[in-house]
């Protein structure tokens, strides 16, 4: 599963450097006097959806979309567990129903009815790929982290409980440190 977390965030890396390159380049040519491009927005907003998608299944594998975590904050043992198992089965059927099945069968269409980008010339079947694609990320990472749930010993901590959060590790010990030291500083003494 790591091999195809660190994959996928590769993946997005070297989607975003492609935008930034590929909108600098629409800058330059519509600014110099050149012959302003006319595949680069349609290839920024391609990328920008292909970002966004993908980019939704790396943050349910890191745990960082938003979430109301108020209900299983306040439950613990079987309770909690209970919600959460349901939570990730929920997201495993909408994963499942909308973005595999769906964005196949949009997919699939679009092939059947060749339809192409205007300024590209691609079909559109490859572009609208990232809907089953990112789909199946989230279903492969909902099934991991039901397997994990399920195995757990312990209570496991909300996803998104403010204690555990990959982003805010250490954000506690580091204000307490900070406090701590302003203390140790004597106040500046104000002449009048």
């Given at each position: 599963m790591q091999k195809i977390e660190k994959a996928l965030?590769?993946?997005?890396?070297?989607?975003?450097?492609?935008?930034?390159?590929?909108?600098?380049?629409?800058?330059?040519?519509?600014?110099?006097?050149?012959?302003?491009?006319?595949?680069?927005e349609e290839l920024a907003r391609y990328l920008l959806v292909w970002i966004g998608l993908l980019g939704g299944a790396y943050a349910y594998r890191k745990r960082s979309h938003l979430g109301i975590d108020l209900l299983t904050n306040a439950l613990h043992g079987a309770a909690r567990k209970s919600v959460q198992i349901f939570v990730v089965l929920v997201c495993f059927a909408f994963a499942a129903s909308a973005m595999v099945y769906g964005g196949a069968k949009l997919m699939l269409l679009?092939?059947?009815?060749?339809?192409?980008?205007?300024?590209?010339?691609?079909?559109?079947?490859?572009?609208?790929?990232?809907?089953?694609l990112s789909g199946l990320l989230i279903c492969l990472f909902s099934v991991d982290h039901l397997i994990e749930l399920v195995n757990a010993k312990q209570e496991l901590p909300s996803e998104f409980?403010?204690?555990v959060h990959p982003y805010t590790e250490g954000a506690e010990s580091q204000s307490v440190a900070e406090?701590?030291?302003?203390?140790k500083q004597p106040?500046?003494?104000v002449e009048a």
């Amino acid at each position: 599963m790591q091999k195809i977390e660190k994959a996928l965030a590769l993946v997005l890396g070297s989607l975003l450097a492609l935008m930034v390159l590929d909108v600098t380049w629409q800058i330059l040519t519509r600014f110099l006097p050149m012959q302003p491009s006319s595949y680069t927005e349609e290839l920024a907003r391609y990328l920008l959806v292909w970002i966004g998608l993908l980019g939704g299944a790396y943050a349910y594998r890191k745990r960082s979309h938003l979430g109301i975590d108020l209900l299983t904050n306040a439950l613990h043992g079987a309770a909690r567990k209970s919600v959460q198992i349901f939570v990730v089965l929920v997201c495993f059927a909408f994963a499942a129903s909308a973005m595999v099945y769906g964005g196949a069968k949009l997919m699939l269409l679009t092939f059947e009815l060749k339809q192409y980008s205007a300024a590209l010339n691609i079909p559109m079947g490859f572009v609208y790929s990232v809907l089953p694609l990112s789909g199946l990320l989230i279903c492969l990472f909902s099934v991991d982290h039901l397997i994990e749930l399920v195995n757990a010993k312990q209570e496991l901590p909300s996803e998104f409980d403010s204690g555990v959060h990959p982003y805010t590790e250490g954000a506690e010990s580091q204000s307490v440190a900070e406090q701590k030291e302003k203390q140790k500083q004597p106040e500046a003494v104000v002449e009048a």
